[in-house]
C-alpha cells in the first residue's frame, strides 16, 4: 500500500499568520478573523478537503526582539493583534463532524487546574475532536507581561512542563472512574462519590489536592500535539506527544530530525510511529504551471521581508537588524527556540550559508517552512517524494492568503493525491486519537499519561 499522506491547517486568530505582508493582498481574508463566519467557513473548508485538522498557534506577548522593540511587529501586523484560539472551537465543531482543533495553550503562565476543565469542556462540546499544542513558551515579552523579569530558561520550560502535564494527566485520568456517572433517577444519585478520587498532587511547582471538576471527556486526555524539536523538545515529546510539528528547509535536514524523534520515541517505549510528524510547508498551486508560478509572484510583491525578520528574530532570540543582509547568521545562543537556529546554521537548500537576507525572503511567505509552487499533479509529486524520503507523515500547511490557500489545495492538490491512494477519501471514525491512530480514543498503555489512569500502580491516587 502506497504511503498515506496527511495534511492540516495552520492558521492563527489573528491577520496574515506566518506570510508577512500579505493580508494586503486583495483576496485576502485574514483581515476578519475577528468573524466568527471566518472560522466556521473556513472550517467547513477543511472538513471537504479532508484534512486531519486545523492546528491554531497563539503567544501571549508581541515580538519584540528585532530592533529591540515591537514597533515592527505592530506595525507589521506580525501576530498583533491577535485573539484566544480556544474560542473559536466550539463554533467550528458545530458545523463540522469530523475535523480535529489543535488548540495552542502554554504551560508557563496559567495554572494547570483550571486549563484541565477548559479542556475538558471542549473534548466534550466536539465529541473528542480536541487536541491541545504544548508550548513552553519563547517570546520574552510574555513573560514580562506576567510579571516575571524573562521567561525561564529553555530547558528549565520542559522541566516545568513535566510536572504541568503530570498535574494534567493526574486529572484527566486517574480522578474520575469511567463509570462514576450513574444518573439514577430511583435513588438520587447522580455520580457515585466511591468511584471519584481525589488526585493528592505535591510537586516542586503545583500543589493539587482535590478532583477533577468535569466527568470524563471522550478521550479524557486530549491528542497531545507538541513542536519542539530542540534535544530536550525531542525527549519531551518522546514521552508526550501523539502529534508533533517541525519546521525544516530541506529534505536532509527534515529526514534527520524525523528520525531523531522516531528514535526517541521507540527508547521511551512507544512505537516508532506513535506520534504522527508533520512538517511545516506552503503550497502555491493552481491548474497549470504557469499560473502557479504567476500566483507565487503576485504574493511575493505583497510580501514584506521585514516582517519576516522580525518573526525570525523572536523565534531564533536574536536581533537580525543588528546584521547586514549579506551576513551570514554565524554561531547563535538562542533562548528561544533552538531548532531554529540549528537549521539556518546548516546549508540553505543550495548548499550554501544562510544569510539574514535569505531568511528574510524565505520567511516571507509561510514562516519557517518551506514553500512549494507547481500544479496540482506537481506539488503532488512533491509531496510525495518528501514523504517517501523523510519518512514525515503529514504536512502543516500554512498559506500564503487565506482561505484561498486553502481552497486551491483543496481544488487542485487533493484530487490528485485521492486517485493516486495517497490521501483519504473518507475520515476514519470515532475521536480525533482515533482518527490519527485507528486505535482507539483513549492514550494507549505506553503512553506516559497511562501510567496516572485510575488504578494503575504508579497513580500514587489519595482515596
Not at 145 to 164: I, K, L, T
Not at 354 to 362: A, C, H
Not at 381 to 390: G, K, S
Not at 404 to 413: A, K, L, R, S
Amino acid at each position: 500500500m502506497p504511503r498515506q499522506i496527511r495534511f492540516n491547517a495552520f492558521d492563527m486568530n489573528c491577520v496574515a499568520h506566518q506570510s508577512s505582508g500579505l493580508w494586503r493582498h486583495p483576496d485576502d481574508r485574514s483581515r476578519t478573523y475577528k468573524d466568527l463566519a471566518y472560522w466556521t467557513e473556513l472550517a467547513k473548508l477543511l472538513e471537504r478537503g479532508k484534512f486531519d485538522g486545523i492546528f491554531i498557534a497563539d503567544v501571549l506577548g508581541t515580538y519584540d526582539v528585532y530592533g529591540g522593540s515591537n514597533e515592527g511587529a505592530i506595525r507589521h501586523g506580525a501576530q498583533v493583534p491577535v485573539n484566544d484560539p480556544m474560542m473559536l472551537v466550539s463554533a467550528m465543531a458545530y458545523v463540522t463532524e469530523n475535523l480535529g482543533f489543535g488548540i495552542t495553550a502554554g504551560t508557563a503562565y496559567e495554572h494547570p487546574y483550571p486549563f484541565a476543565r477548559r479542556m475538558t469542556t471542549l473534548d466534550h462540546l466536539t465529541k473528542g475532536r480536541v487536541g491541545w499544542n504544548v508550548v513552553t513558551g519563547y517570546l520574552p515579552s510574555a513573560a514580562r507581561n506576567m510579571g516575571h523579569d524573562d521567561q525561564m530558561e529553555h530547558d528549565d520550560r520542559y522541566d516545568y512542563a513535566d510536572e504541568y502535564l503530570e498535574v494534567l494527566y493526574k486529572l484527566w485520568e486517574g480522578s474520575w472512574e469511567d463509570d462514576a456517572v450513574v444518573a439514577d433517577r430511583e435513588t438520587g444519585v447522580f455520580t457515585d462519590p466511591s468511584k471519584v478520587h481525589e488526585i493528592g498532587h505535591q510537586g516542586k511547582h503545583f500543589t493539587v489536592p482535590g478532583i477533577h471538576i468535569s466527568e470524563p471527556s471522550p478521550q479524557r486526555t486530549p491528542v497531545i500535539f507538541q513542536a519542539g524539536a530542540s534535544s530536550r523538545g525531542i525527549a519531551f515529546a518522546a514521552e508526550n506527544a501523539e502529534a508533533i510539528f517541525v519546521a525544516n528547509s530541506t529534505k536532509e535536514g527534515l529526514k534527520a530530525t524525523v528520525a531523531k524523534l522516531r528514535d526517541a520515541l521507540e527508547a521511551a517505549g512507544r512505537d516508532r510511529y506513535s506520534a504522527r510528524i508533520y512538517t511545516l510547508l506552503t503550497v502555491i498551486t493552481d491548474e497549470t504551471p504557469e499560473k502557479a508560478q504567476a500566483k507565487f509572484q503576485d504574493y511575493l510583491s505583497y510580501a514584506s521581508a521585514e516582517g519576516a525578520l522580525v518573526f525570525m528574530s523572536g523565534w531564533m532570540g536574536v536581533d537580525l537588524s543588528q546584521y547586514g543582509l549579506d551576513e551570514p547568521i554565524g554561531n547563535v545562543k538562542s533562548n528561544a527556540i533552538q531548532s531554529v537556529v540549528a537549521n539556518y546554521q546548516a546549508a540553505n537548500a543550495e548548499g550554501g550559508e544562510w544569510t539574514v537576507g535569505d531568511i528574510g525572503t524565505q520567511g516571507a511567505i509561510g514562516g519557517l517552512g518551506p514553500y512549494i509552487v507547481g500544479s496540482g499533479e506537481e506539488v503532488a509529486d512533491m509531496l510525495q517524494e518528501w514523504a517517501e524520503e523523510t519518512d514525515v507523515d503529514g504536512f502543516n500547511l500554512a498559506y500564503a492568503i487565506t482561505p484561498g490557500t486553502f481552497e486551491d489545495i483543496v481544488t487542485h492538490v487533493v484530487p490528485v493525491l485521492q486517485a493516486r491512494g495517497v490521501y483519504q477519501t473518507e475520515y476514519t471514525e470515532g475521536t480525533l486519537r482515533n482518527k490519527l491512530q485507528g486505535a482507539g480514543d483513549r492514550l494507549p498503555d505506553t503512553h506516559r499519561g497511562a501510567r496516572y489512569r485510575v488504578g494503575a500502580a504508579a497513580a500514587s491516587l489519595v482515596e
